[in-house]
């Protein structure tokens, strides 16, 4: 089994909310850098929100703060992004995804970087 298997998304109104789950087996979470991520044809995969294992502070992009709610569940071993209030610019494929990191900034997380495994993706769709 892939270490991160996610499960949620689809297709829902603006204004609606959703929540994207990540099973993950393999690794401790709170061992590790974790995050949430989108891909848009044409663009570059970003970050959306991001756990940084080093001070368990979350960075959220300014596009979501407010809407979106990262939250782990280690008894599960399994972590979500609640999304709230969604717009179509949220439009995507989202991953989550699991690193380790020695350093890891905001940057870190907007361009997506040092992860080293990633859940399959699932689609959002926001559209009336």
């Known amino acids: 089994q892939a270490p991160l298997v996610q499960s949620g998304g689809g297709l829902v109104q603006p204004g609606g909310s959703l929540r994207l789950s990540c099973a993950v087996s393999e690794i401790t979470l709170d061992w590790w850098t974790v995050g949430w991520f989108r891909e848009v044809p044409g663009k570059e995969r970003e970050g959306i929100s991001c756990?940084?294992?080093?001070?368990?502070?979350?960075f959220y992009v300014d596009s979501v703060k407010g809407r979106f709610t990262f939250s782990i569940d280690n008894a599960n071993s399994a972590m979500y992004l609640q999304m709230n209030n969604l717009k179509p610019e949220d439009t995507g494929i989202y991953y989550c995804?699991?690193?380790?990191?020695?350093?890891?900034?905001?940057?870190?997380?907007?361009?997506?970087?040092?992860?080293?495994?990633w859940g399959e993706g699932t689609l959002v769709t926001v559209s009336s």
């Open positions: 756990r940084k294992t080093m001070d368990g502070s979350t």
């Open positions: 995804a699991a690193g380790n990191p020695m350093v890891y900034s905001d940057d870190d997380c907007r361009r997506a970087n040092g992860m080293n495994y």
